[in-house]
T-cell receptor, first 114, second 113 residues
Framework: AQTVTQSQPEMSVQEAETVTLSCTYD???????LFWYKQPPSRQMILVIR????KQQNATENRFSVNFQKAAKSFSLKISDSQLGDTAMYFC???????????WGAGTKLIIKP | DTAVSQTPKYLVTQMGNDKSIKCEQN?????MYWYKQDSKKFLKIMFS???????INETVPNRFSPKSPDKAHLNLHINSLELGDSAVYFC????????????FGPGTRLTVT
């Protein structure tokens, strides 16, 4: 069975700092997708970034980038120049190419301090 | 324009009641989902519908019944509500079954007293 582990329940950094959230997963599949979702206090679930496992290049979306290590089954999210609006729960999620179910991590609560 | 909308946003009700949560997407997607997020923030899929047909029915009590009148709507009806049903329920949609991106609604916080 596929599992997703986020080992950091909570993190806090100062505004403008860089922060990295960790995520590891377990699968025997070769083709899959990985995602980071953000859930701010408003509760809306927002897709931050996604990575296709067949792509070696790490995905980047503005201040958000990932470090995808397929062999190590690691998918960390780096937030550069953090902003107060980045304060949220961040969820790592996994989806197999052959299956449409999102498997979720437990989430990391990120607090950006002014 | 809200892509995936849910009503109501908040729902407080007593044990034993029957309630419904509505979901609508205007993205033209074929597949819709219901997730439950518990007090520890863990998300678990409950149902998935593809073109109005049930695809996933994870081990949820049969008190929960999804209804899809058309592919833009997936409503969740809950009978005989229990305290343990208190959670945030998210609706989501994706372009088609197996699409890698899912778009989420704002969530409905259900509190059973």
């Amino acid at each position: 069975a596929q599992t997703v582990t986020q080992s950091q329940p909570e993190m806090s950094v100062q505004e403008a700092e860089t922060v990295t959230l960790s995520c590891t997963y377990d699968t025997s599949e070769n083709n899959y997708y990985l995602f980071w979702y953000k859930q701010p206090p408003s509760r809306q679930m927002i897709l931050v970034i996604r990575q296709e496992a067949y792509k070696q290049q790490n995905a980047t979306e503005n201040r958000f980038s990932v470090n995808f290590q397929k062999a190590a089954k690691s998918f960390s999210l780096k937030i550069s120049d953090s902003q107060l609006g980045d304060t949220a729960m961040y969820f790592c999620a996994f989806m197999m190419d052959s299956n449409y179910q999102l498997i979720w991590g437990a989430g990391t609560k990120l607090i950006i301090k002014p | 324009d809200t892509a995936v909308s849910q009503t109501p946003k908040y729902l407080v009700t007593q044990m034993g009641n029957d309630k419904s949560i509505k979901c609508e997407q205007n993205l033209g997607h074929d597949t819709m989902y219901w997730y439950k997020q518990d007090s520890k923030k863990f998300l678990k899929i409950m149902f998935s519908y593809n073109n109005k047909e049930l695809i996933i029915n994870e081990t949820v009590p049969n008190r929960f019944s999804p209804k899809s009148p058309d592919k833009a709507h997936l409503n969740l009806h809950i009978n005989s509500l229990e305290l343990g049903d208190s959670a945030v329920y998210f609706c989501a949609s994706s372009r088609q079954l197996g699409s890698s991106e899912q778009y989420f609604g704002p969530g409905t916080r259900l509190t059973v007293t």
